[in-house]
Structures are given as structure tokens and as C-alpha cells.
């Protein structure tokens, strides 16, 4: 058997005490200083605990622009619903090719996410419906009475335990944007009440496309592209044909607006609702409506920034009102269900 001539190297003091200095430090650190430790493992447990409600704020902030893309795109409200829908599918297609999430889902699941695109597609029809008639200010508080639909589905239905915390938060969450919209009365015209059913509508259609979708993305445990991607589809197409019925222009003027437009569908439609969609499975449908409850309120933050609207401390105080509702409404223990929401 041959040996191997090794030749014993010398290292000096200094340097041992330079690799010993090297290697205790790595022990020491390996997992980070305690300070930092602390912090990371504090930030991971956040995030791992709310990781569902802070995805649908994420989804909340981003729809919060739509009244800003509306406004730059300077098309009629219904066009800019079709474009917003119609663009969101083209991104939600791609996604879904990208991903190779392109399998049909069963056919019980096919009709639901149908139904969840009419339901989204007269959403927006009445709401904007709504605005003609009564004003956003309005048309946007009733609309989002759907936080009151959806905690009484909620408990009537699905059996969750409504805490007075919550409860307290829901009524101060309306009366927050109550204030935030700042109605005069006295200028309502006589197609009011018209204005008001429109509102009304879009509440309801609001609060069975989100039950609608909660439903769909329980009952598949998937990626939400694709029920995005069909439900933009259908809300396009029937939007579509309200226009080709109703008479009205499809024409995008100018590359500002088209740009818009765009945003509108990337932005708002495809991400802001992907988050959305993506965390209702995992959130109480009581909680939903009031963590959407954000979106009105900030999209008034979004106009006083970009448009320079006029404010006052009632404005501004029904921000604080909604805001404190919602963390109201999150915050504390969170009761136990007797069945399956």
C-alpha cells in the first residue's frame, strides 16, 4: 500500500487566531446577530399569520385606483367597464398560458364562475347606472353596503360568530364614508329613487360575485387565473352587447386613454383582484366586505392627490372613521365557526 507524502504545513499565531476568529463568528452568526433574529422571527410570524388579510388589502389598494384610470382614460363609464374587463382577460389568458393553468374545471364549477361573471358585469353596469343618477358619492356608499349583505350571510348562513367589536365596526365603517362623500340632499333630482335602486343593485350584485367567487375558489383549490380569466370573459361579453344594444361607441380617442385603459385592466382587474380572489378561501366572509371597505377610502385619498379635490375635516374625518371601523374589525380574537365558511 503506497503512502502519501504530506508535508505538515506551518501556520503562525496570528493566523490561527485569525481562522479561529473567523470560524467562531461564523458559529455565532450563522443564524443571524439575536437582535435581527428577533425581528425576522417576529416579521415572519406577522406575515405568516395574516398573510390572507394583508393579500386582500394588497387587492383593495390596488382597485382603489380604478376611479383614477376612469378618469384619465376620458371615455363614458360603461366603455371603460368593457375595456377594464376585456383588457383584464387578455392578461389573465396570458397568465394562464404561462402557468399551464388552462384545465377545465367540472362543469358545476363552469356554471358558477359564469354566473360570478354576470354577476361582476352588472355590478359595474349598475353602479356606473347608479352615477348617472345620483352621483359617485352616493353610488359609492350604496354599493358598498355590501359589507351588511355579506356579514349577515355570513352568520345567517354560514354560522360565524359575530363579536360586539365587529359588529360596532360596521355601522362606523358606513358612517365613515358617509362623511367621506360629503351628500347634499338638496341636489338630488327627481330620478333619486331610481338612482338609489341602481345603487342598491350594485350592492347585491357586489355581495353575490364575491360569495360567488369565495365558492369557487373553495371548491377548486387553485390559482384563481383562471376563474378570473372566464369571469372577465363573461363580464365582457355581456357588457358588450349592452353597448352594441344601447348604441354606444367602443372608440378609444387617443393613446392617453388607451394607456389608461390598459392600466385599468392590469392594475385593478388582474392583480388587484387576483390578491382579492386569492385570499377569500382563507378569510371570514364577514371580514371580507369590511376589509374592502378600504378601497372607497382610499380612492378619495387618490383624488385629492391627483385631481386636487376639495376637502374638508368632515372629509377627512370619515376617513379616520372607516379606517379605525376596519382595524376595528380585524383586530381581537376571531371566533370559531360552527360550520365551514
Wanted: charge should be positive; charged fraction near 10%.
Amino acid at each position: 500500500m503506497m503512502r502519501e507524502n504530506t508535508k505538515s504545513i506551518k501556520v503562525s499565531p496570528i493566523a490561527q487566531w485569525f481562522i479561529f476568529s473567523i470560524g467562531t463568528i461564523k458559529k455565532r452568526y450563522r443564524k443571524g446577530p439575536p437582535v435581527n433574529n428577533f425581528l425576522a422571527n417576529t416579521m415572519n410570524n406577522f406575515f405568516h399569520r395574516y398573510q390572507a388579510i394583508l393579500q386582500m388589502l394588497g387587492g383593495a389598494f390596488m382597485i382603489s385606483f380604478s376611479a383614477i384610470f376612469v378618469k384619465f382614460a376620458d371615455v363614458a363609464p360603461t366603455c371603460s367597464a368593457f375595456y377594464r374587463v376585456l383588457f383584464g382577460f387578455f392578461f389573465l389568458l396570458a397568465l394562464a398560458v404561462l402557468k399551464k393553468d388552462l384545465a377545465k374545471p367540472p362543469p358545476p364549477q363552469l356554471f358558477l364562475i359564469t354566473f360570478c361573471g354576470l354577476a361582476f358585469a352588472l355590478d359595474l353596469f349598475f353602479w356606473h347606472e347608479s352615477i348617472m343618477y345620483i352621483g359617485p358619492g352616493l353610488a359609492t356608499l350604496l354599493g358598498n353596503l355590501q359589507v351588511f349583505l355579506l356579514a349577515a350571510t355570513a352568520i345567517v348562513f354560514y354560522g360565524e360568530k359575530a363579536r360586539p367589536r365587529f359588529l360596532v365596526s360596521l355601522p362606523m365603517a358606513i358612517f365613515g364614508l358617509f362623511l367621506i362623500v360629503g351628500l347634499d340632499w338638496h341636489q338630488f333630482s327627481s330620478d333619486y329613487k331610481l338612482g338609489v335602486y341602481f345603487g342598491l343593485l350594485t350592492a347585491v350584485c357586489y355581495t353575490v360575485y364575491l360569495l360567488g367567487l369565495k365558492k369557487v375558489q373553495v371548491a377548486e383549490k387553485r390559482s384563481p387565473v383562471f376563474a378570473l380569466m372566464l369571469v372577465c370573459f363573461c363580464s365582457a361579453l355581456f357588457l358588450g352587447l349592452k353597448m352594441w344594444q344601447s348604441g354606444d361607441s367602443f372608440y378609444i380617442p387617443n393613446l392617453k386613454s388607451l394607456l389608461a385603459l390598459i392600466s385599468l385592466g392590469l392594475f385593478c382587474q388582474t392583480i388587484g383582484w387576483m390578491l382579492i380572489a386569492g385570499s377569500l378561501a382563507k378569510i371570514q366572509t364577514s371580514r371580507t366586505g369590511l376589509i374592502l371597505l378600504l378601497q372607497p377610502s382610499l380612492s378619495f385619498i387618490w383624488d385629492v392627490l391627483f385631481f386636487s379635490r376639495p376637502t374638508s375635516l368632515l372629509n377627512w374625518t370619515g376617513v379616520f372613521f372607516t379606517l379605525t371601523a376596519i382595524y376595528m374589525g380585524l383586530t381581537g380574537k376571531t371566533p370559531r365557526t360552527s360550520s365551514s365558511s
